[in-house]
């Protein structure tokens, strides 16, 4: 715009300057001769054509004057007409003798009907820019007093200036109706006085300024100005003398909206804005100092009405020019953030797809120092928010506000009720509500969070942290201490805690229903060493349950490394295990059913690559553990885990008042997985610890036990293909009920429950001995006896197929039971599927009816059919006596000794039993018995129901243990890498 005007004053000078020395030196010749002469100079001087259409006049006299009429200026080639600008009327009238003597006054300057039209292109190019004339060579300046003209009267009217933008096609219209200038000489105060309007917008402006010459020699200048302009009202009064005095300025507006709608055609972007109604506002200053120095005191601002958004400034600059010495106290204010929001959406449409929470209002100050280049915020004080969702607030300062660096603030946020405050975040964050999932959290309780943040976006240190989330009658979490660089996460150094009275509802949020969290406290120092993360001084207690000790990750290095130290007093597992209604525990969740290939062990691959991604140490030490009914004592774990080599060794514990020791080794390193478990059981309560698990009580006794295997697979199933190594169980001076003894036969209960047969129902020893080579498990030893029984068990167990090849042959040890029928049964089929049958070759010539096939069938009364066999083998009543001799047997071989001697164990011949001496038992007591025939067929006497029902419970689960026994297998092996 400055090359603009710069054209225009070059036009006029032209025209009176050239018009005026022509006339002064040829007074008699008619200016209007001389209209090509003067275009052809413009032309040369700017490029354009300018046409002097109207008449040129020239009044000589004491005052000359000038009028020339209906003057055009050519507009650029590619402009949007053909002119750039037309002229009406001009009028200058000089003194003539004052010019003589070098004192240049111009009594009036009339211009009317100027249109000027000022536009660019669509590269930006304005059509001001016009051929320069070639620079003149410099003249070395001379001293001299400046001598500037006396224009006692200026008046301009019915002036229109356009400026269009050639990129955007808008334009903007400044329409002057009149504007009067008057001053007597340059000593003498200037008056003025402004009408026009700005794209329709009128404006008025009148005042009194000093005298010029005072503004160049820096004397006192007085301003008194009020102008009522795009929708605002301004006024300037005071005087301009340095560093003292001073001008007083005010803007006012009572409607921005109006202000801006006014400015739309100079600001193009706010042409399509939908603006909220903003408010008043109002600017008042004082102004000291000159033009190459000002500064602005007494500043006050204040925009925009709070039940919006309100803006405040107090203070002063010292060098407005400069922009250096800022002092400023800055405000915001809005009662409603929702509301400023909702209206914000016109410039961020983003903001209509957000469904916000309740934000609250906002109150904030602080006080800006320094300048442009150099600017820091001390005072800081910020409130917003609400209690209903999160109240925030913030004190400090920032040493160094345009880097970001130097903070020293202070921030607190409260809530009071944390999941409502979850809920709503989801609209700010949806990420959030993404990692809640479907969980409806139950009521956690208020929330409170406070911090002091100092440093940088570089270096961020945060102290004084004081967390506090929940209530202590359901789960109260605290936090305090510091991060040394929160930016990088590092030097972290927190005491945290945990405690509540029933945090169950919480828990089960995540874990789900039956889970019961007793009262609880957990307390551990946080920090972060050597690139990791640590937890020190750990001391939990969770209802009966207690951990302490130290637990660290180093996340620096090839892998994550986790080391451990932990002990125990007491770790009740069941006091926290998922419960039934009724406080019974409830079963762990069913596996979802899938189509198997009817094995048991299975073939998934194991994920031993979860062995690779980390290495661990850890340590337990647990004076008591109850699990399953069952308290654990003294355990001692240690846990290596190093380049996908897992060890746990050793590892003991007391459990059913005996100790189990052993070590446990799976090296994940290699190809081929190798698994290794050694385990030595010593003096172990079985019927304890089967009684404190709820399987049953039917049994008393201590055994020891030893296994050492070795195999190599990708899945269980392959390495129980190819198992090496040895099972050895042994118990002696056991107890085992006549109920159970049902399982073999009925008729062996009914003769237990008379006469003397105490020791008849002890265990005298019971050997399983196993020696297992590349997937064979063969019995060297399956040996059960009793003062009245033994039962030797031949054969083995193929794991590669799963299958089973067993026989177990029960034979009285004592005269008073050879009348019971003791049937040898083999036991085929498959771990999944097993089959047992009765052979009944083995025991007596005859056939049976009423087959049986499974477990269950010998114990729902299979082999109480049998019972019709008691007088077929003791001779009573008729029938084979050959066959009677042969069952009616005992075999008062010792093999317990050979058992525990180590040795293989195998059923020998015996001899027939001596004529029966004991007498029948009375005829209440004494079982049905029935006359058979070789080749006859048996019937079943009437079953009873208390045998198969006794015998139920520990058939069905000893089928429940076999069956499952591969998939614990797999869950345990694949419990090592989650």
Do not use: H
């Amino acid at each position: 715009m400055r090359a603009l005007w710069k054209t225009l004053v070059v036009v006029v000078f032209l025209l009176v300057v050239v018009v005026v020395a022509g006339v002064v030196v040829i007074a008699t010749v008619d200016p209007n001769d001389y209209k090509d002469l003067i275009a052809e100079k413009a032309k040369e001087a700017t490029g354009r054509d300018l046409k002097l259409d109207g008449n040129i006049q020239l009044d000589l006299g004491w005052s000359p004057t000038l009028v020339v009429e209906n003057v055009s200026f050519a507009n650029a080639p590619w402009g949007s007409r053909p002119q750039m600008a037309t002229l009406k009327r001009l009028e200058v009238q000089v003194e003539l003798m004052p010019a003589i003597r070098g004192d240049y006054r111009v009594n009036k300057l009339i211009v009317e009907g100027l249109d000027l039209l000022a536009e660019t292109d669509k590269q930006g190019a304005g059509n001001w820019v016009m051929g320069e004339p070639k620079p003149e060579p410099e003249k070395p300046s001379e001293p001299g007093e400046l001598v500037i003209p006396v224009v006692r009267q200026v008046l301009i009217q019915d002036v229109k200036v356009t400026y269009r933008d050639g990129k955007s096609g808008q334009a903007t219209v400044l329409t002057l109706d009149n504007l009067i200038a008057e001053a007597e000489d340059n000593d003498s105060p200037l008056k003025v006085d402004i009408a026009g309007n700005v794209d329709k917008t009128p404006f008025e402006a009148k005042g009194t300024f000093g005298a010029v010459n005072a503004l160049v020699r820096g004397d006192k200048y007085p301003v008194d100005f009020a102008a009522d302009l795009l929708g605002l009202k301004a006024t300037a009064k005071g005087e301009v003398t340095g560093a003292a005095g001073g001008i007083d300025v005010s803007v006012k507006g009572a409607d921005l909206n109006k202000t801006i709608d006014a400015v739309k055609g100079f600001v193009p972007d706010l042409k399509t804005a939908d603006l909220p109604a903003l408010g008043a506002f109002s600017v008042t200053a004082k102004l000291t100092g000159s033009a190459d120095k000002m500064a602005v005191s007494d500043l006050n601002v204040a925009v925009g009405r709070p039940d919006f958004l309100a803006l405040s400034a107090t203070g002063g600059i010292s060098d407005a020019v400069k922009v250096t010495g800022i002092n400023i106290v800055a405000g915001v204010k809005a009662s409603n953030l929702n509301k400023t929001a909702e209206a914000a959406k016109a410039f961020v449409p983003e903001l209509a797809k957000v469904k916000l929470p309740p934000l609250g209002g906002l109150d904030a100050k602080a006080t800006v120092l320094g300048s442009l280049k150099a600017l820091s915020v001390s005072g800081i004080e910020v409130a917003t928010g609400r209690d209903d969702f999160a109240a925030v607030t913030a004190r400090g300062s920032i040493a160094d506000a345009l880097n970001t660096k130097g903070l020293d603030i202070t921030v607190a946020v409260r809530g009071d009720e944390l999941t409502k405050t979850l809920d709503q975040a989801q609209a700010l964050a949806p990420e959030l509500g993404a990692a809640l999932g479907d969980k409806k959290l139950p009521a956690i309780g208020p929330f409170s969070l406070a911090a002091t943040i100092k440093g940088g976006l570089d270096a961020m240190a945060v102290s004084g942290i004081d967390v506090n989330v929940g209530r202590a009658e359901q789960l109260l979490v605290t936090a305090k201490g510091a991060v040394a660089d929160a930016i990088k996460a590092k030097g972290l150094a927190l005491d945290v805690a945990l405690q509540g009275a029933d945090a169950t509802p919480l828990a089960r949020a995540f874990a789900g229903e039956g889970l019961k969290i007793p009262a609880l406290r957990i307390v551990a120092k946080v920090s972060d060493p050597d690139g990791g993360y640590a937890l020190d001084g750990l001391d939990a207690k969770v209802g009966r349950s207690d951990l302490s000790g130290n637990l660290a990750v180093k996340l620096a290095g090839e892998r994550p490394v986790l080391n451990a130290k932990l002990a125990s007093k007491m770790l009740d597992l069941d006091e926290i295990m998922p419960q039934q209604k009724g406080g019974k525990k409830a079963p762990a969740p069913a596996p979802a059913a899938k189509k198997g290939d009817g094995r048991v062990f299975p073939n998934d691959p194991l994920p031993v690559e979860g062995l690779k991604a980390a290495d661990a140490t850890v340590s337990f030490r647990g004076d008591a553990v109850k699990v399953n009914g069952t308290t654990l004592k003294d355990l001692s774990v240690d846990l290596s885990l190093q380049n996908g080599k897992l060890a746990v060794k050793p590892f003991s514990v007391v459990a059913g008042e005996g100790t189990i020791k052993g070590d446990v080794g799976l090296d994940a390193s290699v190809a081929m997985p190798a698994l290794a478990v050694n385990v030595d059981v010593a003096q172990l309560d079985y019927g304890k610890l089967l009684k404190d698990m709820d399987v049953t009580d039917l049994v008393r006794g201590k055994l020891d036990a030893k296994t050492n295997v070795t195999g190599q697979g990708v899945s269980v199933r392959e390495i129980m293909a190819g198992l090496d190594g040895k099972l050895r169980v042994v118990t002696e001076n056991g107890y085992i009920n006549s109920k159970l003894l049902n399982v073999v036969s009925s008729d062996l209960a009914a003769a237990l429950t008379f006469g003397d047969s105490k020791g008849d129902q002890d265990i005298r020893c019971g050997v399983v001995d196993f020696d297992i080579k590349k997937g064979q498990a063969d019995a060297r030893a399956l040996v059960v006896e009793t003062g009245g029984i033994s039962v030797i068990g031949e054969g083995g167990i193929d794991l590669a197929q799963e299958k089973l090849d067993l026989s177990i042959d029960p034979k009285a040890k004592s005269v008073s039971l050879v009348k019971v029928a003791m049937i040898p049964v083999d036991v085929g089929g498959t771990l999944a599927s097993p089959s047992v049958k009765p052979n009944v070759g083995a025991a007596a010539v005859g056939v049976v009816t009423g087959a049986v096939g499974t477990v269950t069938d010998v114990a729902k009364g299979g082999a109480s059919g049998l019972g019709g066999l008691v007088k077929s083998v003791t001779g009573q009543g008729g029938g084979d006596t050959a066959a009677a001799g042969k069952a009616a047997s005992v075999d008062q071989t010792d093999y317990c000794k050979l058992a525990l001697a180590g040795e293989a164990v195998k059923r020998v011949a015996v001899a027939p039993a001596p004529a029966a001496t004991t007498s029948e038992p009375p005829a209440s007591k004494a079982a049905p018995a029935t006359s058979v025939s070789p080749g006859a067929t048996l019937t079943p006497p009437p079953k009873t129901e208390s045998a198969p029902a006794a015998a139920e419970k520990p058939v069905e689960k000893a089928k429940e243990a076999v069956g499952d026994l591969g998939k614990k297998l797999d869950k345990g092996l694949k419990g090592l890498f989650k």
